[in-house]
């Protein structure tokens, strides 16, 4: 009895909203592009792997960030779904521009799966062990959705048969890889952070939140302008990817279609 109102109070929570379905519906559509195109870098191919990976990974930051709100929301936190977190609405999301705009931008630009979206929960009221599981269920996530992605181009994919498709389900892949490094650094205002911070003590605390808001920006400069800080983190990102056996230079084509300009 009890188990059967508490699926009922998920299921009536747990909505996710037209614009989710929406992105989802688009993904799907360049996934069917890239699967149609007659070459593995045609025009057409180019296209359908850009709006898979770039919807794909809109997706993923959307299970992201509901991974953070619904872990909290069984603990106890009901603003969450008065903020909408549980619809998987990608708005909701703090800024639309810099929660998924920007991440977009810098995927296109080369690869960096630069984390986007927010949620706000009261982390207060919890225990430090329920924090740092709130904390880690998006990188979570993040980490499922590589392991599900390389789980099926391994077991299916082909660089003969619909190679477009593949090339740009693996480099979804491994921006899920990439995220989940990153989102795992003990930086203030990353996942990773989260899951450190209730263990610090009170005047650490208070001194390192003045770095929240610039932290990801932080990191990015870092991993960006640093050779040996990028080549440290994308060597951990490739060796966790090359764990999978999906060869490398799928990937890297499916980098390739997406930044079809270049």
């Known amino acids: ?80 779904e008065l903020r909408g977190y549980l619809t998987l609405n990608p708005l909701k999301y703090s800024h639309p521009l810099l929660s998924i705009g920007l991440p977009i931008v810098f995927i296109a630009l080369g690869g960096f799966a630069l984390p986007g979206g927010a949620v706000y929960v009261h982390s207060h009221l919890f225990s430090p062990r329920v924090q740092r599981l709130i904390s880690g269920s998006g990188p979570a996530i993040n980490a499922i959705c590589a392991v599900v992605l390389l789980v099926i181009v391994r077991l299916f994919g082909s660089a003969q048969s619909h190679a477009a498709f593949w090339f740009g389900l693996s480099f979804l892949a491994f921006l ?28 650490t605390r208070r001194s390192l939140d003045q770095l929240k808001p610039f932290g990801v920006l932080l990191l990015f400069a870092v991993l960006w302008g640093l050779e040996p800080a990028r080549r440290a983190f994308f060597g951990l990102v490739n060796t966790l990817f090359d764990l999978s056996g999906v060869p490398p230079i799928w990937h890297q084509a499916g980098l390739y279609l997406v930044t079809f300009w270049s």
Request: glycine share 10%; hydrophobic share 50%; charged share 15%.
């Open 176 to 203: 899920q890889v990439t995220a989940t490094v990153l989102n795992l650094l003990p930086i203030p205002g990353t996942d990773g952070y989260g899951i450190l911070e209730p263990s610090l003590s009170y005047r």
């Open 1 to 80: 009895m009890n188990r059967s109102f508490d699926a009922r109070r998920v299921s009536g929570a747990v909505r996710p909203s037209p614009v989710f379905l929406l992105i989802v519906a688009l993904a799907a559509v360049g996934g069917a592009l890239a699967w149609d195109a007659e070459h593995w870098s045609s025009t057409q191919a180019r296209i359908g792997v850009f709006v898979l990976v770039v919807f794909g990974w809109i997706v993923s930051v959307c299970l992201h960030e509901f991974g953070h709100a619904y872990t909290a929301w069984r603990a106890g936190d009901r603003e969450v």
